[in-house]
């Protein structure tokens, strides 16, 4: 076989690696449906729209940590309602969402995630723990 021959069957094997997340994503390749989160009773908005925050919680808790951190700030208006939250997980998002496993667990098992919020942040009265 020429050099030209196994140069386009290794680019052929490097596309399709490179492919495969992409692919493997678009042809569903989670574990069944992506799970539905239930809202806190009583509760309607989160600090943002649902869609931001189902795709985005990560970004903005890490924001909000750099800059209660490094800025000294503590409060977050929110852009889409102009309501005003303190910027803490224990102090903002526990308040409302008090079931991890019905809330975190559920999406974080779904995506294969294992954040770290839990090696620092207490978890309050009524949160499952999963043991950690």
Same mark, same amino acid.
């Given at each position: 076989?020429?050099?030209?021959?196994?140069?386009?069957?290794?680019?052929?094997?490097?596309?399709?690696? !490179?492919?495969?997340?992409?692919?493997? #994503? $678009?042809? *569903?390749?989670?574990? /069944?449906?992506?799970? =539905?989160?239930?809202?806190?009773?009583?509760?309607?908005?989160?600090?943002?729209?649902?869609?931001?925050?189902?795709?985005?919680?990560?970004?903005?808790?890490?924001?909000?940590?750099?800059?209660?951190?490094?800025?000294?700030?503590?409060?977050?208006?929110?852009?889409? !309602?102009?309501?005003?939250?303190?910027? #803490? $997980?224990? *102090?903002?998002?526990? /308040?409302?969402?008090? =079931?991890?496993?019905?809330?975190?667990?559920?999406?974080?098992?779904?995506?294969?995630?294992?954040?770290?919020?839990?090696?620092?942040?207490?978890?309050?009265?009524?949160?499952?723990?999963?043991?950690?």
């Amino acid at each position: 076989m020429s050099d030209k021959g196994k140069a386009i069957i290794g680019l052929f094997f490097l596309l399709i690696l !490179f492919l495969f997340p992409v692919l493997y #994503s $678009l042809a *569903g390749g989670g574990d /069944g449906p992506r799970p =539905e989160l239930v809202m806190p009773v009583g509760e309607t908005n989160c600090v943002e729209l649902k869609d931001y925050m189902t795709a985005n919680h990560m970004n903005l808790l890490n924001d909000w940590r750099d800059r209660v951190v490094r800025e000294g700030e503590t409060s977050y208006t929110s852009k889409e !309602f102009g309501t005003t939250h303190e910027m #803490s $997980l224990t *102090g903002s998002c526990l /308040g409302c969402h008090t =079931e991890r496993e019905t809330f975190c667990n559920r999406c974080h098992d779904y995506t294969d995630v294992n954040p770290y919020c839990w090696d620092c942040h207490i978890e309050t009265k009524g949160v499952v723990t999963d043991g950690e």
